[in-house]
């Protein structure tokens, strides 16, 4: 017999389609039938320059299959962390270790900045779409409260008044706001905050004593404009108490290395929340085989310099061979995307082009649950946007950081997919 609040994730859990489709993975030789996986977040760009720098200059110790420093990270690599991103960042101040907990990966530094910043039931601001809502709700029961923005883009100025807005509404029905959670770069729109719009939720955050929170694990894969801001470099002073502001990175996205599961929580004014985290740090220690290798890699300037600049490289390139395809097969996406390794794509739209399809015929939502289904049985996966909470249905994330012959049969089956004409099992 389960607890009420394992069986509530159960119901509700999608996760087992995920992991099945990554066991069944597409290979052209091996495995033609496979799925071809353009859902998860996952750069397949630099496996190779990745695997050779491995080969060539780690090598383990027996040391490395002790404790080490212990849960927060070692000494060791806390201090690569620090220099690497006092310098990738421009940081207003450098960093230095103690100001930094290491994590196994991101979203276990997010649970944790939840779990002690927030009391079951508080709340985080988290503007929509979004990435992150259940790696913030799933063990510390902390919510987040979406803020809708219509029409107003939410990288202007103008967006400020939208978060407001959903202050305020949470406020006036008895729901306490700890926070304000950015992902800049953006998860799954990819572009940046302009710094004048995060200089305006710093004051928003100081105005009503929020938290906040910047994950800027997509920080480094900035590839078409040096256009990156991090919540770390703004001035802060006159602004807003440099102890509400936190941020998370980690090695998955920038380094290829999802597997690795090293992040970290960074907040350079807060040690109490540092100490709170560490606390509990047992739940997220990282192994200390990924620590040795990342405080290598790390320290290694010239080889992060040159690996940095030729993942943006190819990140730009396959964003271009993903952008034509869409074009190719009139398939509309938002534009202004730079950063990161996602195209945000209107199946919708292109499913009632195909089948001509009035708004009268059949409404968004069957549509979009209607495209997931073709998607799934023409074996392509692609992050579906009601996991993002997005305000137009049928919008869905597609991963480009792929090899080209991989995307290319990627879209293939994607077409396929819209073309289809096969009947929904169960519209809800």
Not at 53 to 59: D, E, I, N, P, S
Not at 266 to 281: D, K, R, T
Not at 392 to 409: D, L
Request: proline share 4%; net charge neutral.
């Amino acid at each position: 017999m389960l607890s009420n609040r394992a069986q509530s994730l159960v119901a509700g859990s999608t996760f087992n389609e995920m992991w099945g489709v990554i066991r069944d993975k597409w290979d052209m030789h091996k495995n033609p039938d496979g799925f071809v996986n353009l859902g998860i977040a996952e750069n397949y760009l630099m496996r190779r320059e990745l695997e050779a720098y491995l080969t060539r200059h780690v090598q383990i110790a027996g040391s490395n299959a002790t404790y080490d420093d212990g849960p927060v990270g070692s000494q060791r690599l806390r201090t690569a962390l620090a220099d690497f991103l006092s310098s990738q960042l421009k940081t207003a101040q450098p960093l230095e270790a103690d100001q930094i907990v290491v994590t196994n990966g991101v979203s276990s530094a997010l649970e944790h900045v939840a779990w002690a910043l927030a009391d079951e039931g508080d709340v985080f601001l988290l503007g929509r779409p979004y990435y992150g809502e259940a790696t913030l709700g799933l063990r510390p029961h902390v919510r987040t409260v979406a803020v809708t923005f219509g029409t107003t883009d939410p990288f202007s100025l103008a967006a400020i008044g939208c978060y407001e807005k959903a202050l305020m509404r949470a406020q006036a029905c008895g729901i306490v706001v700890r926070g304000l959670l950015l992902c800049s770069p953006h998860n799954p729109l990819d572009r940046c905050y302009p710094r004048e719009v995060l200089c305006a939720l710093a004051a928003l955050c100081a105005k009503h004593s929020l938290h906040l929170v910047s994950d800027e694990i997509y920080a480094l894969s900035v590839w078409r404009e040096s256009c990156f801001t991090s919540v770390l470099s703004l001035p802060l002073d006159g602004v807003m108490d440099p102890a509400l502001v936190h941020v998370v990175w980690g090695i998955s996205k920038d380094f290829c290395a999802n597997g690795w599961r090293i992040g970290c929580l960074v907040s350079p004014a807060n040690p109490v929340l540092l100490a709170a985290v560490a606390a509990v740090a047992i739940y997220s220690y990282p192994s200390s085989i990924a620590d040795h290798v990342v405080a290598q890699m790390l320290e290694d300037r010239a080889f992060t310099i040159k690996y940095l600049r030729k993942n943006r490289h190819r990140l730009n390139a396959a964003y271009t061979l993903v952008t034509n395809l869409l074009e190719k097969y009139s398939i509309p996406f938002a534009t202004g995307t730079h950063a990161g390794l996602f195209v945000w794509v209107d199946l919708g739209r292109a499913y009632r082009r195909h089948h001509n399809l009035k708004q009268t015929d059949i409404d968004d939502i069957a549509v979009a649950y209607r495209i997931r289904e073709a998607l799934y049985t023409h074996k392509v996966y692609l992050a579906w946007g009601g996991n993002f909470d997005s305000e137009t249905p049928g919008m869905f994330r597609v991963s480009f950081a792929h090899p080209s012959k991989y995307i290319e049969e990627g879209f293939r089956r994607i077409e396929l997919a819209l073309q289809s004409k096969a009947l929904l099992s169960s519209v809800p």
